[in-house]
């Protein structure tokens, strides 16, 4: 509809796309994002999991 328009992503935008792709081909990447996610869910799924982090957390603070 506009022959002259120039369409341009934010440079951030662009950065995260190309780093995402990237990342699609690199093996470990791939192995380390599985990790996270299966940590988020064990953790997220359950209030005595997240509950016992707080307190690891709370413990390790106390420790410095």
Same mark, same amino acid.
């Given at each position: ?19 995402? $792709? =990237?990342?699609?081909?690199? #093996?470990?990447? +791939? ?9 988020? &869910?064990?953790? $997220? =799924?359950?209030?005595?999991? #997240?509950?016992? +982090? ?9 420790? &410095?």
């Amino acid at each position: 509809m506009v022959p002259h328009i120039l369409v341009n992503h934010c440079v951030d935008h662009r950065l995260a796309l190309a780093s995402s $792709h =990237a990342a699609e081909k690199v #093996t470990y990447l +791939l192995k380390w994002k599985a990790f996270v996610e299966q940590l988020f &869910r064990f953790y $997220h =799924a359950c209030g005595f999991r #997240t509950a016992s +982090l707080l307190e690891i957390q709370t413990i390790l603070k106390s420790l &410095r």
